[in-house]
């Protein structure tokens, strides 16, 4: 089964270039199959690996940032890949 698991943060104002690059250096425990990052306005930041593993599984997470630099706490979703049929 793959797995996605997505973050996503919101900067504060003006410091969306300083969140993309502090998600950049940040590394995982261990590899996912795939990792994405995305940005958008209001200074957002996306960031989705893919893993193969069970929906319930222990994987490895991105951190919350400095509180200094983001505007509330990371929203985080675990979704599983549905097979077409």
Do not use: C, K, N
């Amino acid at each position: 089964m793959t797995v996605a698991l997505m973050w996503e943060a919101r900067a504060v104002e003006g410091r969306g270039a300083q969140l993309l690059a502090w998600v950049r250096e940040q590394r995982l425990a261990r590899e996912p199959l795939r990792r994405e990052t995305f940005r958008a306005p209001q200074d957002r930041v996306l960031v989705i690996t893919w893993w193969d593993a069970s929906y319930d599984a222990e994987l490895p997470e991105l951190p919350e940032p400095d509180g200094e630099l983001v505007t509330r706490a990371v929203h985080r979703w675990r979704f599983e890949a549905v097979p077409e049929d």
